[in-house]
């Protein structure tokens, strides 16, 4: 039935989109993404005189640099675009997770639709690590392997191009056995959606 409804809202938005003032790509003004159970229309703020402020407006971190495009050779970067495709197509579908990396009161504040929380300081918790694993499909044999035949596809971001748990993470999951064709990194993270104007949500 869900899948239905999300059909029958594409097609809805295929016509109504061409109304959008400001869109995603020309082919592309808005997708419906369901967060926490009920459906959000995810777009850009029509409003051309829109500016950002407060932190996310900023140019400066004080002891934080710019991350580098690629977090490893086989893990793949992404940016808006393939994410909104990801979010679609997987996400949607309950064939990959968008997992949001900060930490839980600014997810609360704000997030990405779609977005879970995985706050980055979870890594070092052996015990939470194993149950993330667990629910994205990863099983522990008893040799102490990792079976990994039916994991989800997670796209992982954290707060900006300046920010480095993204990047951290995914070489913690990759040290874990979590195959690297199975992950994504947005490194734009919530910065450059912010900049962007994209839909955004309180959890």
């Given at each position: 039935m869900r899948i239905i409804l999300l059909l029958f809202i594409y097609t809805l938005s295929s016509y109504a989109g061409q109304f959008s003032k400001v869109k995603i790509t020309p082919e592309i003004s808005y997708i419906y993404v369901y967060h926490k159970g009920k459906a959000v229309k995810v777009h850009r703020i029509q409003d051309t005189s829109n500016k950002l402020t407060g932190e996310y407006a900023m140019t400066y971190r004080p002891h934080r640099d710019i991350q580098p495009i690629k977090v490893t050779k086989d893990v793949k970067t992404i940016g808006e675009v393939e994410l909104l495709?990801?979010?679609?197509?997987?996400?949607?579908?309950?064939?990959?997770?968008?997992?949001?990396?900060?930490?839980?009161?600014?997810?609360?504040?704000?997030?990405?639709?779609?977005?879970?929380?995985?706050?980055?300081?979870?890594?070092?918790?052996?015990?939470?690590v194993e149950k993330i694993l667990k629910v994205l499909g990863a099983k522990r044999l008893a040799d102490g392997s990792l079976d990994t035949s039916k994991v989800l596809d997670v796209t992982f971001y954290c707060s900006g191009l300046w920010c480095k748990k993204s990047s951290m993470f995914i070489k913690s999951f990759l040290e874990l056995g979590y195959p690297a064709d199975k992950i994504l990194y947005y490194r734009g993270g919530f910065q450059m959606w912010k900049i962007l104007g994209f839909t955004t949500v309180t959890n």
């Open positions: 495709h990801f979010m679609k197509n997987k996400v949607n579908k309950k064939q990959g997770v968008l997992v949001d990396l900060r930490t839980k009161n600014e997810y609360k504040d704000e997030s990405i639709p779609s977005a879970v929380n995985i706050p980055f300081e979870v890594m070092s918790n052996k015990v939470k």
